[in-house]
């Protein structure tokens, strides 16, 4: 049996080399991007994040570069550092526009009965309702020969 590890690229690596920019992973360079944007966006040093975040420096920077691969606990600092929700620095496109947000927070901490009226009525506004009113109180009987399925929709009609 083999001992060489073989990528899924089909490539053996090379022990000790770091990953080049066709190797690096497109979400862990997207995550990068939207890190710097937000330090960006918020006028913050590279040094004043990672203090702020309890992370080195150096981890934030090979973040932002791509190579580094964060637990999401560092993440979850790092968004509380960037004042920012996780969802947003992972890159949920529900964050993407400010009107996402605003939904996001007037449907935030709604109990679920709220929740489906809610999508209802959005489903009535753009036309996209999942069952008509006439079908949606409708029910299957099912059961053996003689089980008495016509007796109890009788009943029930």
């Known amino acids: ?41 918020r006028g913050m040093t590279r040094k004043v994040t990672a203090d702020n975040a309890g992370i080195s420096e150096r981890h934030l920077a090979n973040l ?17 550092a960037l004042q920012c929700p996780l969802a947003e620095l992972i890159g949920d496109v529900t964050t ?15 109990d679920e009965a709220t929740l489906f009226r809610v999508r209802e009525a959005v489903g009535e506004l753009i036309g996209t309702t999942t069952a008509s009113p006439s079908r ?3 029910i299957a009987l099912i059961g053996l020969r003689g089980a008495g399925k016509s007796t109890l929709g009788r009943m029930l009609a």
């Open 1 to 41: 049996m083999s001992s060489t590890i073989i990528h899924v690229s089909g490539k053996t690596p090379a022990s000790g080399s770091a990953p080049s920019l066709d190797e690096k992973d497109p979400f862990l360079v997207s995550l990068g991007e939207r890190v710097r944007k937000l330090r960006a966006r």
């Open 64 to 80: 932002e570069h791509g190579v580094g691969n964060a637990s999401i606990l560092v993440l979850l600092h790092l968004s509380r």
């Open 96 to 110: 993407s526009s400010p009107e996402w947000l605003m939904l996001r927070d007037l449907l935030e901490g709604r």
């Open 136 to 138: 949606s109180h409708r």
